[in-house]
């Protein structure tokens, strides 16, 4: 089976690697994710997205199914966020200067 994807990554002294932004990208992690690497008879490898117990979770897998399937039966209710809440936003983060590549640190409560 042909690669879909190749990215290089280098290992470190500590026999650490950077796993390359594209294929983060195409196995959906962000910082924190984990990944299982699995080695055949071949010493060939494969890479996956190891879920943890807290992506795992039914009623919010049902949930998102449930937007995406109402959004593709009717895009028309999908719409721009109201001007008055986009000022709002623009207003309350004017100044801050952030990089959405940047880690997040220390704990986050959603």
């Known amino acids: 089976m042909p690669a879909l994807l190749k990215k290089i990554g280098t290992i ?7 796993v390359p932004k594209a294929v983060r990208e195409a196995l959906g992690l962000g910082y924190g994710g984990r990944v ?8 060939h490898v494969s890479i996956e997205k190891e879920l ?3 992506d795992d979770d039914p009623v919010i897998d049902s949930f998102l199914s449930f937007l995406a399937d109402d959004m593709e039966k009717h895009p028309e209710r999908v719409q721009e966020f109201p ?7 623009v207003e309350l983060t004017k100044g801050m200067h952030f990089n959405l590549e940047d880690p997040i640190a220390g704990d986050v409560n959603i």
Do not use: P
């Open 12 to 18: 470190t002294e500590k026999g650490q690697v950077t």
């Open 36 to 43: 299982a690497f699995y080695v055949d008879e071949n010493r």
């Open 52 to 54: 943890d117990e807290a």
């Open 83 to 89: 001007k008055a809440l986009v000022d709002r936003m």
